[in-house]
């Protein structure tokens, strides 16, 4: 595959990753009150709109952390191992890490802080942390490079 459809690819899957990502978090910030829980299907699924000045999983690592330029050094190792990938499913999954970095980067230049909205869990003490989109396409991309990752390991070894 040429440099200029890997390219067009990781563009494309990057782009729309991160419009996706901005257009949620712009209709929920709009539409839904800050830090109150709104139920979608019953109390598993809610909308739970918080402003997370912190990290992943909330977990922060001090006022004083540059999380953003933490954030845009690894998209930048993503785009490079994006540009020399040569399977599209990889390359596709690392445009989705990259197009949901890039979303809560935006956020964190634009707020100081990542908008986190998706709010999974049974009754109230056993909940996952709050998350957005940009957070679900990063975690579908890595469970799509570690589903080819083994795929490719179990045909190597029947072929062996």
């Known amino acids: 595959m040429s440099f200029k459809r890997r390219a067009g690819i990781i563009a494309f899957v990057s782009l729309l990753t991160f ?6 978090k712009f209709i929920v910030v709009q539409n839904f009150p800050a830090g109150i829980p709104t139920p979608v299907v019953g109390n ?3 909308i739970t709109l918080i402003f997370n000045p912190n990290t992943a999983f909330g977990i922060s690592l001090g006022q004083n952390f540059p999380y953003t330029l933490v954030a845009g050094t690894i998209s930048v190792l993503v785009l490079i191992m994006a540009l020399v990938e040569k399977n599209v499913w990889n390359i596709v ?12 980067i935006f956020d964190r230049i634009l707020r100081g802080e990542v908008v986190d909205f998706i709010d ?5 003490n056993l909940r996952w942390y709050v998350f957005n989109g940009a957070d679900a396409f990063i975690t579908l991309g890595i469970i799509m490079l570690l589903a080819e990752g083994i795929v490719s390991h179990l ?6």
């Open 19 to 24: 419009a996706i990502d901005q257009v949620i």
């Open 44 to 46: 598993f699924f809610r």
């Open 93 to 104: 999954a690392y445009s989705m890490i990259l197009g949901g970095a890039m979303g809560n």
């Open 120 to 124: 999974i869990g049974i009754g109230e």
């Open 155 to 160: 045909k190597a070894g029947r072929d062996a």
